[in-house]
């Protein structure tokens, strides 16, 4: 077919674009330099989706290319039931049955398994979602979780959105779920994860290594010992930091009672998160110990990121990804089965990580890391190299700067992506 220039609006606020129409092809071609209005949509299942989208959402605030900026839960969009399903639902597997988190995990994780059935559904829960898209027409959305992704997918495809759809991927591994239809691009943590979506067959110039989005300031410069002080710690002894999860899910007291007996001198900073319950009974642990730092909620987790000498606890997604921009090693303790049993998986083969199988040998790691300071430095050194600190960056450059056509999984190319998935030779 010839080509075809349709001068005018591509879609609703689009001007100052060409939209050229080849076969069943089109790309935008920029006439002028045009800021860009940029939507990020999250999902409040669990806290990372939410604070990757933060950071993504404080990078493009702060770009003189960009009109505005919107930043949205997409559950706060659907229906009470619906949100609960996602959110409350998931926390409470977290608390009282991992194993069933890492069962359904498993069994999910199979390119296309019912996607058909799940896309229709949040269609339906998530109408407001759908309207408030409709509304915005955005030039660039990015999605830090797969629900609003398939949505947004969707709309793009049935061409009643006409904007550029990222899915910023907030884990290590790439889980099934968060392959949708019609996309333009990925981003990704690892080369390997990269790697492994090019030979299910997609798009290897659709996917970039940008690392996971963290807050801008956990790539600023710092005075260790000075901001020690500031944060009435001992400058010169071994710091642990060990996070009880985001709403307090772990077993905080437990921990703090077998690091009351790590061999050399140590001080150790509780974050007991949003969990009123853990704060209490890790202080009625700990007691006076001067040693113990106790703290609940706070703000200023880089900053204590980026004075402490090992992490101890869970590696999700965001944790995980801030830990490496500021060259923490880790203490890996109870991951959830599924996503953050791989995250370790990853992270022990990188060398930036122990994990404790059980809780009763975590006095003991510590001690055999202390005793052995070389050991501690090359794992600081392997967590650097490993992070990314400057993610939401290399993604807002590359989004604002790139004009392309969206890419649609064809029935051949999913019946091939399924093949491959599933161990088939084509």
């Known amino acids: 077919m010839a080509t075809q220039l349709l001068f005018g609006l591509c879609a609703k606020g689009h001007a100052g674009y060409v939209q050229v129409v080849q076969g069943d092809s089109e790309t935008l071609n920029p006439l002028e330099p045009m800021k860009k209005r940029v939507l990020i949509l999250s999902a409040s299942a669990g806290s990372g989706h939410v604070r990757a989208a933060q950071a993504l959402e404080k990078v493009f605030r702060n770009d003189d290319r960009v009109e505005a900026v919107e930043h949205c839960d997409a559950l706060q969009y659907t229906n009470k039931l619906f949100r609960d399903f996602y959110s409350k639902l998931y926390i409470q597997l977290v608390k009282s049955a991992p194993e069933l988190l890492g069962w359904v995990y498993k ?35 990015i999605c830090t979780h797969f629900m609003p992704a398939g949505i947004v997918g969707y709309l793009i495809q049935k061409r009643v959105l006409n904007a550029h759809l990222s899915i910023v991927v907030t884990d290590l591994d790439m889980h099934a779920m968060w392959l949708t239809r019609t996309f333009h691009r990925y981003f990704v943590a690892l080369d390997e994860t990269k790697a492994h979506m090019e030979v299910l067959g ?5 996917v970039t290594v ?26 010169d002894k071994p710091t642990m930091l060990f996070s009880a999860g985001a709403f307090g899910v772990s077993p905080a007291e437990f921990v703090c009672s077998r690091l009351q007996h790590v061999r050399q001198p140590i001080q150790t900073v509780v974050i007991c998160g949003h969990s009123e319950e853990a704060l209490h009974r890790t202080l009625a642990v ?6 113990f730092h106790v703290l609940g909620y706070t703000d200023r987790m880089h900053d204590y990121m980026r004075v402490a000498d090992l992490f101890i ?20 303790i109870s991951p959830i ?3 953050e049993e791989r995250n370790s998986d990853h992270l022990l ?16 790691k510590i001690s055999h890391l202390l005793d052995g300071p070389e050991r501690l430095r090359t794992m600081r050194e392997n967590a650097l190299r490993l992070g990314h600190p400057h993610a939401a960056r290399t993604i807002a450059n590359t989004l604002l700067s790139e004009h392309i056509a969206p890419h649609r999984v064809d029935a051949a190319e999913k019946k091939a992506i399924a093949g491959m998935a599933a161990g088939e030779v084509n």
């Open 202 to 206: 997609l798009p290897g110039d659709r």
């Open 107 to 141: 069994g999910t994780d199979e390119p296309w398994k019912n996607d058909a059935a799940r896309l229709r559904m949040d269609r339906l829960q998530a109408r407001p979602l759908v309207r408030l898209v409709q509304k915005l027409q955005p030039h660039i959305t």
């Open 349 to 364: 083969e990188e060398g930036v990580a122990v994990k404790c199988n059980e809780l009763t040998t975590i006095d003991y």
């Open 313 to 332: 606890g869970k590696p999700g997604g965001l944790t995980t990804a801030e830990t490496l921009a500021c060259g923490l090693p880790m203490v890996i």
């Open 337 to 339: 089965p599924g996503q």
């Open 286 to 291: 700990v007691g006076n110990d001067p040693n």
């Open 210 to 235: 940008s690392g996971i989005p963290v807050d801008p300031v956990f790539s600023e410069p710092v005075d260790r010992r000075a901001l020690r002080i500031s944060l009435g710690l001992d400058p």
